[in-house]
């Protein structure tokens, strides 16, 4: 990524640098820095000009060269190696619709006596095979007010010293609803089945009434055994669920993408 370099920027450096000025002293007298100085210097000295000898104003022509030796088009030609890219695009096409990581592409075909670069072959994917290109984003659908509300766990700060000097650590029940956000923070120091079912029947009286629906992050007082298809549900809040006619629906192992981000009020 380059600065923008402007004509006048560059014709300034050189008439300073014509007229006798050391090259730290343009560069504090124009706020350029000293490097930009030499590259400007070092271009026009390329073109023919001299300290002096040339002292008229230069043309636009003279500092368009000037220019042209600064930023040289940058020609990058493709050798052997983006060739045996080229000879292997059907199996590395085939390993990438595989979810065959990149590196692991190319030690295959170093097994099969291919070598190729890793540099070369990540240009060539994703030059020409598209690799790497973000993914489309799917707008999650939140439904309707008051039927979801999503429930996590997690350590929370330390409380002050108690008389013995011990600084107690809690966790907490967060409850969040998929709509609104509004989110109802229930503080614990065990994170029982008991304790969870008190976290539910404040979340209660919090939002004024019941969720159609409690989604939980597999915590142990609520989950007994994690599955895509058939969970285990704590047989106690399962009972207490059926009871209170809200239904148990999990959230994915280390799935925290399944979420959608919004923002929130905390209570």
Known sequence: MYREVTMEEIKEVVLLWLGHSSKKRIAAQLGVDVKSVRRYVRAAYTV?????VDTAPLSDAVIAAILKEIRPAVIRERGAAWARCEQQRVQIVKWLKDDVGLMKCQRLLTRQGVQIPYGTLYRFAVRELGFGGTAPTVPVADGEPGKELQVDTGWMTLLEPDESGRRRRF???????N?????????VFCERTAEAIEACEAAWEFYGGMFT????????????????LEPLIQRTFLEYAQAR??????????????????SYCTS
Do not use: C, E, M, W
Request: hydrophobic letters at 40%; aromatic letters at 12%; zero cysteines.
């Open 48 to 52: 023919g000009l001299r300290v002096g």
């Open 171 to 177: 966790k907490a029940f967060i409850f969040t609803p």
């Open 179 to 187: 709509v609104s956000r509004y989110r109802f923070v229930y503080p």
């Open 213 to 228: 629906v409690l989604i939980p992050d597999n915590t142990k007082a609520i989950v007994q055994r994690a599955d895509p």
């Open 245 to 262: 006619g809200f239904h148990i629906d999990t959230a994915r192992v280390r799935k925290p993408k399944d979420k959608a981000y919004a």
